[in-house]
């Protein structure tokens, strides 16, 4: 809570320098190619994807609201980098690798949670229940005849730059507008989150839930397949808790443990509750239902990549 008291409204700030001066224009037409094929997402969600995963999850949801309440996004395209891309940032992943003494496979395990997570992405668009949102939005600018790529996206954001408001009243909307979504963040971090962390802690959901993880971590070879499942399941609650849980354990699953952490995207004790306190129409079940699948996903990846790694003297 605290953290987020002071990411979200600082963090806005720093949206009028991305969103409002044509950035964010200039990225979406060099991006369209590579964005909407693979992620079914504009161009500019490409700033979204790299604000969220190296910066912060709650910046990169504030610039989602945004485009979407702003009609740049439609609801699937706003639920699938809202769900797909709004991950721990990267000073979190140093924590997490730390915890696990990963440290020394520092490259590996960054470059293969960013694989694995947006690999998982570009699967889940695909599937129920983000493949069935409404995905009506405003159309992308589309090249004119005998324009190049990069002399379009020069000329989208220089429109956007020249037609900008004055600095001070950009600041001062953007900041009004994170310190909205930190007072409906607070709240629902207090009652989602604490409900989540009581349930880890004093019931045996997540030990129910690791029944639906066991499969895959048994048919792979994991040592102690139900108790990687069980902690896996926990990341439900708080990401960290995995990391926590399983930081004596073989160093293939420390590895796996640390990119499923991330690739999953959602735990209860902030990310979703920062998800329901955007206007994105997502509903809690809808939430639960992607974080399964993503957890199950990025299992299917992780895990022969561990294989991989150790394979070849990485691990």
């Known amino acids: ?35 909407r094929p693979i992620w079914r997402t504009p161009g500019k969600s490409a700033i979204d994807a790299v604000a969220s995963f190296v ?22 395209e706003a639920a699938i980098i ?16 730390k915890t696990l003494g990963l440290m ?29 949102l409404p995905s009506e939005s405003t159309p992308e600018a589309q090249l004119q005849p005998g324009e190049s790529r990069l002399g379009s996206a020069w000329r989208a954001g220089m429109q956007q730059a020249g037609s900008a408001p004055s600095l001070g009243s950009a600041l001062r909307e ?6 909205r979504m930190t ?7 207090l009652a989602v989150g604490l409900l989540g962390l009581l349930a880890a802690k004093y019931t045996p959901l997540f030990d129910a839930l690791g029944l639906l993880l066991y499969p895959l971590t048994w048919l792979f070879g994991l040592e102690e397949p139900m108790q990687v499942a069980r902690a896996l399941s926990a990341g439900l609650a ?15 699953v420390k590895f796996v443990t640390a990119i499923v952490s991330v690739s999953s995207v959602l735990f209860l004790s902030a990310s979703i509750p920062c998800v329901l306190a955007t206007r994105i129409p997502l509903s809690l079940g809808h939430l639960l239902l ?26």
């Open 1 to 35: 809570m605290l953290s987020l008291a002071l990411i979200v409204p600082l963090g806005s700030l720093a949206l009028v320098f991305l969103i409002g001066f044509g950035l964010l224009e200039l990225i979406g037409v060099l991006m369209q190619p590579v964005m």
């Open 55 to 76: 910066g912060s999850y709650s910046v990169g949801l504030l610039i989602t609201d945004r485009m979407y309440q702003q009609g740049h996004y439609s609801v699937r």
């Open 82 to 97: 809202a769900t797909g891309f709004s991950t721990v940032s990267a000073p979190f992943m140093v924590i997490i690798a």
């Open 104 to 132: 020394g496979q520092w490259n590996l395990y960054f470059w293969g949670a960013m694989a694995v997570t947006f690999a998982v992405t570009a699967i889940s668009a695909r599937i129920y229940p983000l493949s069935r």
């Open 174 to 179: 953007t900041f009004v507008d994170g310190l």
């Open 183 to 189: 007072a409906a963040i607070l709240p629902s971090i």
């Open 238 to 252: 708080e990401m960290f808790l995995p990391a926590m849980l399983l930081k004596d354990a073989d160093v293939l």
């Open 290 to 315: 992607i974080w399964l699948q993503r957890t199950l996903l990025s299992l299917l990846l992780a895990i022969p990549l561990a294989y991989l790694a150790r394979f070849l003297g990485w691990l």
